[in-house]
């Protein structure tokens, strides 16, 4: 494997064209070997968007409950759930295939070839990951669930304290993935759901990720809180999760 320093952000445009984007931590924000860690890590997170969901992780993990993932890929983002798990004493759970989703795939867009297990022949993040938290020291705050969301939200019944989705962007994943974890979100805990773009000519990868949005939205059990770029920081202010049962 080459350097582990290559970093895919998403859309960066968007980044660019917001100069009043928060680019450093403010007070209670990761330390400079966390931030250190998530640049040097692969994925698809920017800075800023970065910096919003530890905020909202430190946030809700003051409830005491699991804060979890779906979606880890390479673990850019969940060295951030795991910095504010350790600070509260909490754990953070990750869910993925680590086959990596439809545009991760040999011949599409967001393709890096470094992912891919020769030996096999498909893509296997789980490696990178594991390098990810270990160069971190953020190991021992983060269970790693590896399988389909959908197969491990079946069988979960703890309350978590977050989910933040960022799994698969087909409609069938991202509301499976909503209807499999959002339940699970405690009173007063958080619902983060990355890549909202409501503009179709802003998005890069579909906009499956707007319509659970605005599925969380017109349940009446969740309250926006924030928005940084694509990501939609959401608080479970009564139960449910989906007017339509
Ligand atoms: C956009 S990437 C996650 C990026 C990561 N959060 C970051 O910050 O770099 C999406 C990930 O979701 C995983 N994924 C897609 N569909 C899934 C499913 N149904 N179950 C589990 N993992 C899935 C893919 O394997 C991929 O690693």
């Known amino acids: 494997m080459g350097p582990s320093v290559c ?13 009043e984007l928060p680019t450093a931590p403010g007070p209670g924000g990761p330390s400079s070997g966390v931030l250190a860690a998530f640049e040097a890590a692969k994925g698809f997170m920017p800075l800023h968007e970065g910096l919003a969901l530890h905020a909202a992780a430190t946030e809700a993990a003051r409830l005491g409950l699991p804060l979890l993932e779906v979606g880890t890929y390479c673990g850019r983002s969940t060295i951030l759930l795991a910095d504010a798990a350790r600070a509260a004493g909490v754990t953070a759970l990750t869910v993925d295939h ?4 439809e545009e991760q795939q040999p011949g599409w867009e967001y393709h890096d070839p470094e992912t891919v297990d020769p030996e096999v022949g498909l ?5 990178a990951f594991r390098r990810t938290l270990h160069r971190a020291g953020l190991e021992d705050h983060v269970v790693a ?9 079946r069988i979960w019944n703890t309350p978590l304290g977050l989910v933040f989705i960022d799994g698969g962007h087909t ?3 991202a509301n499976a993935d909503y209807e499999g974890w959002a339940p699970r979100v405690a009173h007063g805990g958080l619902l983060v759901i990355h890549d909202v773009f409501p503009a179709p000519e802003d998005e890069f990868t579909g906009q499956a990720p707007y319509r659970v949005y605005l ?7 969740f309250t926006e809180v924030s928005v940084t770029d694509s990501l939609r920081v959401l608080r479970r202010t009564r139960t449910g999760s989906d007017p339509r049962r």
Do not use: C, F, K, Y
């Open 171 to 173: 409609d069938e994943h």
């Open 123 to 127: 893509m296997d993040t789980l490696p």
């Open 98 to 101: 680590h086959r990596g989703s």
């Open 145 to 153: 669930l590896v399988g389909r969301s959908p197969q491990i939200a």
């Open 7 to 19: 970093t895919t952000e998403r859309n960066p445009m968007a980044a660019a064209s917001s100069p």
């Open 215 to 221: 599925r969380a939205l017109a349940s009446g059990a």
